[in-house]
């Protein structure tokens, strides 16, 4: 199953929720084992996702760079917080 | 280039990581969601401000009171001549409203870090989750300076002045009307879209660069004078809950040197809900209000 996409690198002009909110709201509809895939530019992201990750439980599975940004796909273990 | 206005009012990265253990400094880092920010890591040595907790009043739509801006300076161990160095999340724009607040309040010293957490964290500075401790400081009650901040009666007052300009620094989408806020904050909607009649858009985005830090001078005068925000006119800046427009306050204020700039924190969640306001929509029909 291919897992859900989220994408940091829109513009943040319409001050909705934050990076991290987003990748917690998302995070959170996964079901046990379902992935996550997240990329990003901006390194107070990927800061935030791996120590997010450690703090609930969560994998990071795989970490790339593709251009200027990195991909980051996040699994949900069977009994992690959200 | 030329300098800005008041060069005094920023700092560097460079300079911050220099400054971590200066006594005279309380490194503060202004968070609206801590626990996607300062709870999983921030500058060493930096206290939080929670903007909801800290900065507002907890029960009327409100900055927080005269008595909380003494006991917050109280708790964070600062006094009328600690240098505050305000820094925080989603780019810094909640770190500004806290600055236009201390300011209302009158302390004299705070500076915004140029570029802000974004910047620190691209430079792969320290960070830390160590909480710091203060000892309680006595800080003397202020005079309020309301002069910077702008009511929705007094937005009314202007609207068609030539002497003022107002600035929507909202999203093109926000100030066209194709939204109101986000779907992920149903506190911030409002009843009407569109802006303010007279308003021009200048989203806040434009006075920052790639890296965050503030375009030049030069570059931000032009960006404004080319829309008629000019340093002749009293300005009133305004977004959607006055958070971004803090943002603008501070580069018109302190970046060029405006004399008269205030803040309209009421902004569209005010005047998108109240009764008899006008509001400007293209592809709509101008409604005006039925006088009472």
């Not at chain 1, 996550?36 to 107070?44: D, F, I, R, S, Y």
């Not at chain 2, 009511?151 to 620094?169: K, Q």
């Not at chain 2, 308003?199 to 008629?228: H, M």
Request: hydrophobic share 40%; aromatic share 10%.
């Amino acid at each position: 199953m291919e897992p859900s996409h989220l994408d940091l690198t829109t513009a943040e002009e319409e001050c909705g929720d934050s990076a991290m909110g987003r990748v917690r709201r998302a995070y959170a509809t996964l079901a046990p084992g379902e992935r996550l895939e997240v990329v990003t530019g901006v390194a107070e992201h990927l800061f935030g996702i791996r120590a997010w990750c450690r703090r609930v439980g969560g994998e990071v599975l795989e970490e790339s760079r593709e251009g200027g940004c990195t991909r980051l796909v996040l699994r949900r273990p069977a009994a992690s917080a959200s | 280039m030329t300098e800005y206005a008041h060069p005094e009012v920023l700092v560097s990265t460079e300079w911050l990581a220099a400054h971590l253990d200066d006594p005279t400094v309380r490194v503060l880092e202004v968070d609206w969601d801590p626990v996607s920010a300062y709870e999983l890591g921030h500058i060493p040595g930096a206290a939080l401000v929670d903007w909801k907790r800290d900065i507002n009043d907890p029960v009327r739509r409100d900055i927080l009171s005269k008595d909380q801006f003494v006991s917050l300076m109280e708790r964070l161990g600062v006094t009328p001549q600690t240098s505050l160095v305000l820094y925080g999340d989603m780019r810094n724009w909640f770190a500004a409203f806290a600055f236009w607040t201390f300011r209302i309040y009158g302390h004299a010293d705070i500076r915004l870090v140029n570029g802000g957490r974004r910047k620190w964290f691209e430079e792969d500075r320290p960070v830390t989750e160590a909480v710091p401790a203060f000892t309680t400081t006595s800080y003397p009650a202020p005079v309020a300076d309301a002069g910077i901040r702008q009511f929705l009666p007094g937005v009314r007052d202007i609207l068609g002045r030539s002497d003022h300009a107002l600035v929507d620094v909202r999203s093109p989408a926000e100030f066209s009307g194709a939204i109101s806020a986000p779907p992920e904050y149903q506190n911030e909607g409002a009843q009407r879209s569109g802006h303010i009649p007279g308003a021009v858009n200048i989203p806040w985005a434009q006075a920052i660069q790639e890296d965050d830090t503030f375009k030049p001078v030069d570059q931000l005068r032009e960006l404004y004078q080319s829309r008629g925000v000019t340093s002749d006119k009293s300005i009133v800046t305004y977004c959607r809950i006055g958070e971004r427009s803090s943002h603008t306050w501070f580069v018109l204020t302190y970046l060029l040197g405006y004399a008269r700039v205030a803040n309209y924190d009421g902004s569209w969640s005010e005047w998108g809900n109240a009764v008899g306001v006008p509001v400007e929509k293209p592809g709509a029909e101008a409604v005006t209000p039925v006088p009472a």
